[in-house]
């Protein structure tokens, strides 16, 4: 069992959650064969694509539906041209719905799949399955500003007390997990509270 360190960090650091899968896999490394589970590729297609020797983004040129090339930007120029083939300037995105299904299942939740009005990237993905049926999100934000509106408007909007998972803890304000928590709800990483087996099934962290 292994946690999604880099995943859980690109999430927040990756503005959209959405590359080609060279990014992916150098953003991931060893994690990528089970993130990968999460991912779903868009109608869209990369305008750039990382350069393997330095951290410069190539300008993808396209000649035909196979013929393409990722040409260096930088001045002068350093890098070599990339030869690519469609496959590779496909982008894919996190898919927050099979990462909640994912989630729900690992928490024993009773699975929900819903977005919330008005907050962008934040999901109801379940209800506590006690008697109470507490209901639990997840959301995932670039700036601490962010965090800090999405947990503020959940906790006018809830009637009882709620679980919000984020990515990691690195961009949540202190004030904001103390306001969150002086209602009896909680703010949980999901980098602290989950782990990842080979068969892409999610538990519980013997520490989150």
Not at 47 to 61: D, E, F, L, Q
Not at 80 to 97: A, N
Request: aromatic letters at 6%.
């Amino acid at each position: 069992m292994v946690s999604l360190a880099h995943l859980w960090h690109a999430c927040e650091s990756l503005i959209g959650s959405r590359t080609v899968n060279a990014h992916w896999l150098r953003m991931l490394g060893a994690e990528y064969m089970l993130a990968r589970a999460f991912f779903a590729p868009r109608q869209d297609e990369a305008k750039a694509y990382p350069c393997p020797g330095c951290n410069c983004s190539h300008r993808i040129v396209r000649h035909d539906e196979d013929d393409i090339v990722a040409v260096c930007q930088c001045e002068p120029k350093s890098c070599s041209d990339i030869p690519l083939i469609r496959q590779d300037i496909v982008l894919w995105e996190i898919d927050w719905y099979r990462l909640g299904e994912a989630i729900a299942q690992a928490m024993g939740l009773q699975h929900l799949a819903a977005a919330v009005p008005g907050l962008s990237r934040t999901f109801q993905i379940g209800r506590d399955a006690e008697a109470v049926g507490s209901p639990v999100y997840m959301t995932v934000q670039h700036r601490q500003s962010d965090y800090q509106r999405v947990a503020l408007t959940i906790l006018a909007r809830s009637k009882t007390p709620f679980i919000l998972f984020t990515p990691t803890m690195n961009l949540c304000p202190q004030s904001t997990l103390d306001d969150v928590s002086s209602s009896g709800s909680v703010i949980l990483a999901l980098s602290e509270a989950l782990l990842v087996g080979t068969d892409v099934q999610m538990s519980l962290s013997p520490s989150g």
